[in-house]
């Protein structure tokens, strides 16, 4: 493990954590890139201290956010069909966000108090009860956080998708951006709950048979319907509408069309689309399948 003194990147430290110096150096050297693309400040060559990182917890982007940061990095145009705006930014989004992070932390610091053995052993036991108390209020905000992606951002995505797809292709084309935003949520949360599963791991395996393993399922379970979920057909062949009276069905053409799959959130599990070689198996299905599926798919990968 890389021993050093941690900088923080820039004034937001919003596409990475802490890092050290020489790693920062080099990255610099080599991307050529001299300037924050979000808030647009210089890298750092010096900067504060910060404790080393423990073994488990991998440099990433900065846990927390502002409405500001959000909306200077995504410069989305407006859902609307006729004119763009200003960004849009999911106030519920930052506010829950912020809440796992901050529980994430408290998470953080009494996992690194264990493993790094500055817990006395007379107190450890006090210690991991305490440390259990963290991870179910830890629990509670990812859950929080995960409800509101599925239900408040991407259900009512896929909902607007579905009545769009008649509409013009400029139309179509300002929703389908509106991805790259929600794309940005979902990576900020799936961050949070690698990082989380990453320490339960070696919780686990230093402090057996204690509760660590419960906690570790559970966050794992909750992590297996995230990634289950952030697989969606981005782009979807336009609906045939049958109209009965004032009744009103969308049923989806047989045509081939530009049909697309995208993965959302994925990058911090390694399977995200950027990377060289992702493939994703796509199969024809019954709808009685499709409704199995959606039912207890997630749990049986």
């Known amino acids: 493990m890389h021993e050093g ?22 990255w610099v050297t080599m991307s050529n890139k001299k300037n924050c693309e979000i808030c647009q400040s210089p890298y750092a060559k010096s900067g504060a201290q910060f404790k080393p990182f423990k073994e488990w917890s991998k440099p ?17 145009e407006s859902s609307s069909a006729f004119s763009p705006a200003e960004p849009v930014v999911d106030g519920a989004f930052v506010s829950k966000h912020n809440l796992s992070a901050e529980a994430y932390q408290g998470f953080k610091e009494c996992a690194d108090a264990l493993l790094s053995g500055k817990v006395a052993h007379p107190e450890q036991l006090s210690f991991i009860q305490r440390t259990l108390q963290i991870c179910e209020n830890v629990i509670l905000n990812f859950e ?10 991407l259900l009512v995505w896929a909902m607007k998708q579905q009545k769009l797809s008649i509409a013009t292709l400029h139309t179509q084309q300002l929703h389908y951006k509106e991805l790259d935003l929600i794309n940005l949520q979902f990576e900020y949360f799936g961050e949070l709950l690698q990082q989380t599963l990453s320490g339960l791991d070696y919780l686990k395996q230093y402090y057996p ?39 009103e069905n969308h049923r989806r053409s047989r045509f081939w069309f530009n049909t697309e799959i995208r993965i959302l959130g994925g990058s911090a ?11 994703v198996n796509c199969y024809l299905i019954t709808d009685e399948t499709a409704k199995q599926l959606l039912n207890n798919a997630y749990l049986d990968m």
Not at 61 to 70: E, L, P, T, V
Not at 144 to 153: A, T
Not at 209 to 238: A, D, W
């Open 269 to 279: 599990f390694g399977i995200d689309t950027n990377n060289e070689n992702s493939n």
């Open 5 to 26: 003194e941690m900088v923080r990147p820039c004034d937001c430290a919003g596409t990475m954590g802490d890092v050290h110096e020489e790693c920062l150096t080099k």
């Open 60 to 76: 990433g982007y900065n846990i927390k956010m502002s409405s500001s940061a959000i909306s200077d990095q995504m410069d989305v």
């Open 209 to 247: 048979n204690v509760g660590f393993e419960e906690v570790h399922s559970k966050v794992r379970n909750l992590t297996h319907y995230f990634l289950y979920y952030s697989i969606i057909v981005s782009r979807q062949p336009p609906s045939v509408i049958v109209k009965c009276g004032e009744a």
């Open 144 to 153: 929080d956080e995960k409800q509101h992606l599925m239900s408040d951002v």
